[in-house]
């Protein structure tokens, strides 16, 4: 008999954003999965009246939404699919870096558990995703690496550790980033930091490129050196 699914699509997508954002240390606000899932607010008060129900999340006024125990092994379960499927379609499938993420959100929730057990081993235990996200291993998450781009003051080179699940989600900005060689495993220099205009221009392997500090914020990086100014 086919495996029962435990949770539907929407709420598995509401989990995984949930657990990506914790990740990250953000406080989880309602608001916050308004303009992450692109529903409205209704919506996702509904979806987390639900989920807190039947036992998924916990919901503390300011300091926002945790994931119980139960929420938590559901999350770490889809985000583990998620990021299989993304290494299924780029390194078996050949399917471009800036596209795997929206196909691997239409295979992830038909994915069974022996299914993703058997991808993890054929793919040679990958320990992250195309873009550099941890693969939760025996239901847990390993912590991120890097900080973000933003965050670096000018003169600083950085190897490209990971692009949040947040930029992902943009087709058009992972285009750009895939021609400008934003990737894991790339170093840049951060050139300039001009907060009043909100950009910041980076070296890549002798090119300059510029980025809007919020995009800034999605690339996490790992400084590894400061070069004299």
Avoid: F
Avoid at 20 to 28: D, I, L, T, W
Avoid at 68 to 88: D, F, N, Q, S, Y
Avoid at 218 to 229: I, K
């Amino acid at each position: 008999m086919p495996e029962k699914k435990s949770a539907t699509a929407t709420v598995e997508e509401y989990l995984e954003a949930i657990l990506n954002m914790a990740s990250e240390h953000k406080n989880v606000l309602g608001a916050r999965l308004v303009e992450r899932l692109q529903v409205s607010p209704p919506t996702v008060t509904a979806t987390l009246q639900r989920m807190r129900r039947d036992g998924l999340i916990t919901t503390r006024g300011k300091e926002g939404i945790s994931l119980t125990k139960k929420g938590m092994k559901l999350a770490t379960g889809i985000v583990r699919r998620h990021r299989l499927a993304e290494r299924l379609l780029m390194d078996i499938l050949k399917i471009p870096w800036h596209e795997t993420h929206q196909e691997a959100c239409l295979l992830e929730h038909a994915m069974s558990e022996r299914v993703v057990d058997r991808l993890y081993e054929i793919l040679g235990k990958p320990t992250t995703c195309p873009h550099g996200n941890p693969i939760p291993v025996d239901d847990v998450l390993p912590p991120i690496r890097g900080v973000p781009l933003n965050t670096l003051a000018a003169g600083t080179t950085a190897v490209v550790e990971r692009i949040s699940e947040e930029a992902n989600r943009l087709i058009e900005l992972m285009e750009y980033l895939d021609r400008t060689g934003i990737k894991p495993g790339t170093t840049i220099t951060v050139k300039e930091a001009t907060e009043y205009a909100g950009t910041i221009t980076l070296l890549i392997e002798g090119k300059t490129s510029s980025l809007g500090i919020r995009v800034a914020a999605m690339v996490w990086v790992t400084p590894s050196s400061t070069l004299a100014r």
